[in-house]
């Protein structure tokens, strides 16, 4: 009897270990079929009126720039300004020995004073010479009345006439000598005035001056140096507005025009926005790279952004509102354009009409509205009704 009960308790505990087994394996069936949810990063869809133009970068330059040097030759004296000096329009940046230069002027306008005085003593000689010439005129005539009234004698006349004809021939030799040597004259006057003109100029350029407000850029002479006409001796420029030249693609080249406002940033400066503007648009495209240049100004109060730093342009055009979504979020599969957007932890495909592409944005004419979550990356993989594990880009 006892046996009969004990094989009875293990048939049941077979019985029941077996049906343990199935139903265990059975669940564990159902969930490895049901579908696992896939990662994907979503963004809320928003519409906007700013065109996705901006993003380009560029290099921080000044908007006026000079390199500056002596127009003559010469060693510096005096101090040289450092890098980073702030100087005002006319200042005096630096100076050359003038003594050499001071020499040549003064001797040059020795020489003009000298051919000048030549002139006017030529000139007194014959107006000296005109004025004996004419008394000895009124003379005679004054004592021909008198001996056509038998007032004076004949000899009287004739000595008269004598002294009449010696004035004569001297006011005729001056004037003959006057004639010949004013032109000589009057031309090394000339030229003495030129050499004189040309040394003053010469003497001025000992003194380099800023032709603009600005600040040192870069100075490349020290005191006591020699340099030669023309050697650029300092870089100057105008850091109260900066340039920053920026490249577009030819497709791109409508999303930008003169006048358009913009917004500039630099990492160098996060959380700094400068407002600007496109200043020029260039006519003619890069035949190597097929790109414009752009050039974008903007005001740089404080000289916060300093040439060669990196900044960024972005677009503040304004245009009618729209979506714009990254192309990386586009699914084509056949003919169509899909989308996947995400409700309650799972994907939904929607197909959708495109416009415009800028960069790695495009519009969405029809099919995605603002507000909803759309799939940006992982969709590829999707198919409507998935569970998705979503995280925001």
């Known amino acids: 009897m006892q046996k009969k009960n004990k094989l009875f308790y293990t048939i049941v505990f077979l019985i029941f270990s077996v049906t343990a087994v199935y139903f265990a394996l059975g669940r564990d069936k159902e969930q490895n079929d049901a579908p696992n949810p896939r990662a994907v990063e979503t963004m809320t869809v928003q519409s906007q009126t700013t065109r996705p133009g901006g993003g380009l970068t560029g290099i921080v330059i000044p908007c006026r720039e000079a390199k500056l040097g002596f127009q003559v030759s010469g060693r510096i004296q005096g101090p040289v300004l450092d890098e980073g000096t702030l100087v005002e329009e006319g200042a005096v940046l630096a100076s050359l020995d003038p003594a050499d230069y001071q020499a040549q002027a003064e001797a040059a306008g020795a020489a003009t004073e000298a051919a000048r005085a030549g002139i006017e003593q030529a000139a007194a000689l014959l107006e000296q010479a005109g004025a004996a010439y004419q008394k000895a005129q009124q003379d005679y005539d004054r004592i021909k009345s008198l001996y056509e009234a038998k007032a004076v004698s004949k000899a009287q006349l004739d000595d008269a006439g004598t002294q009449l004809s010696v004035a004569a021939a001297k006011y005729h030799e001056a004037q003959s000598g006057y004639n010949e040597g004013q032109g000589a004259s009057v031309s090394d006057y000339h ?113 916060i952004l300093k040439p060669g730093m990196v900044a960024r342009v972005a677009s503040r055009r304004q245009t009618p509102a729209a979506v714009w979504v990254p192309v990386g979020a586009l699914v084509k599969r056949g003919a169509e354009v899909t989308v996947f957007v995400v409700r309650d932890e799972q994907s939904f495909a929607k197909t959708i009409v495109t416009g415009e592409t800028i960069g790695n944005q495009i519009e969405v004419i029809t099919g995605l509205d603002p507000g909803e979550e759309l799939v940006v990356r992982g969709g590829l993989y999707l198919h409507d009704g998935d569970p998705v594990l979503r995280q925001k880009s």
Do not use: C, M
């Not at 010469?202 to 020290?222: C, D, M, N, W």
């Not at 400066?269 to 903007?298: C, K, M, Y």
């Open 191 to 303: 030229k003495a005035q030129a050499v004189a003109s040309q040394s003053r100029l010469q003497l001025s350029h000992t003194r380099l001056i800023a032709p603009f407000k600005g600040t040192v850029l870069k100075k490349a002479g020290e005191s006591g140096e020699i340099v030669s006409a023309g050697t650029p001796v300092y870089v100057i420029g105008d850091l109260d507005q900066i340039k920053i030249e920026v490249t577009v693609a030819a497709i791109e080249l409508n999303n930008w025009q003169a006048g358009d406002p913009v917004d500039v940033t630099s990492p160098d400066q996060p959380g700094r926005n400068w407002p600007g503007e496109v200043a020029l648009v260039h006519p003619a495209v890069d035949s190597e790279t097929g790109t414009f240049l752009i050039e974008v100004q903007a005001d740089n109060p404080g000289h």
